[in-house]
T-cell receptor, first 116, second 115 residues
Framework: DTEVTQTPKHLVMGMTNKKSLKCEQHMGHRAMYWYKQKAKKPPELMFVYSYEKLSINESVPSRFSPECPNSSLLNLHLHALQPEDSALYLC???????????????FGDGTRLSIL | EDQVTQSPEALRLQEGESSSLNCSYTVSGLRGLFWYRQDPGKGPEFLFTLYSAGEEKEKERLKATLTKKESFLHITAPKPEDSATYLCAVRQLRPRGSTLGRLYFGRGTQLTVWP
């Protein structure tokens, strides 16, 4: 079982809906990540939070809005998505982006998002 | 230009037939090479971290090795439950202006082990 928990596991939404993806970890990690993965492709980095502050935004469209309420939680707010945004959205965490930069990232099982 | 290249893209093995997967990289200042296993509809599962050339790590039927240019994931006497996509990712020394904590993933090798 993964130690990074993502909800919901599946989400179907229309292009005008607003929804949120949630991620939780209790490993004491201080870095958290959002990735997007299309079928048969590697994960693509979207955002990195380090100590609850956004440190990386990989030029992601503003219809994706991340939020880190505390060190254990990471949300991804979705609004006005396009069909091409359909993908598996993965959350990951690691000990520390700065000092522990050799530490592995641990992934959740993702949210399978379908945009109608 | 891809910084991490994995080969082969797909590999079919009979149960018990040992083989190796390759991950070659072109990043300078390697700060860790990571192997993950990913099952369909699941997130990547961490397997190994390798830091320096000559290092080896083992776990059950898997053994990962690292040179200055590539890493191999050796699978000894595989079983059908080893079927998955194996992803390789690298993290490099942060040059000025680059992004912290960024992993560069290869496209993966899809392994199928049949009985």
């Amino acid at each position: 079982d993964t130690e990074v928990t993502q909800t919901p596991k599946h989400l179907v939404m229309g292009m005008t809906n607003k929804k949120s993806l949630k991620c939780e970890q209790h490993m004491g990690h201080r870095a958290m990540y959002w990735y997007k993965q299309k079928a048969k492709k590697p994960p693509e980095l979207m955002f990195v939070y380090s100590y609850e502050k956004l440190s990386i935004n990989e030029s992601v469209p503003s219809r994706f809005s991340p939020e880190c309420p505390n060190s254990s939680l990471l949300n991804l707010h979705l609004h006005a998505l396009q069909p091409e945004d359909s993908a598996l959205y993965l959350c990951a965490s690691s000990q520390d982006v700065l000092r522990g930069n050799n530490q592995p990232q641990h992934f959740g099982d993702g949210t399978r998002l379908s945009i109608l | 230009e891809d910084q991490v290249t994995q080969s082969p893209e797909a590999l079919r093995l009979q149960e018990g037939e040992s083989s190796s997967l390759n991950c070659s990289y072109t990043v300078s200042g390697l700060r860790g090479l990571f192997w993950y296993r990913q099952d369909p509809g699941k997130g990547p599962e961490f397997l190994f971290t390798l830091y320096s050339a000559g290092e080896e790590k083992e776990k059950e039927r898997l053994k990962a090795t690292l040179t200055k240019k590539e890493s191999f994931l050796h699978i000894t006497a595989p079983k059908p439950e080893d079927s998955a996509t194996y992803l390789c990712a690298v993290r490099q020394l942060r040059p000025r202006g680059s992004t912290l904590g960024r992993l560069y993933f290869g496209r993966g090798t899809q392994l199928t082990v049949w009985p």
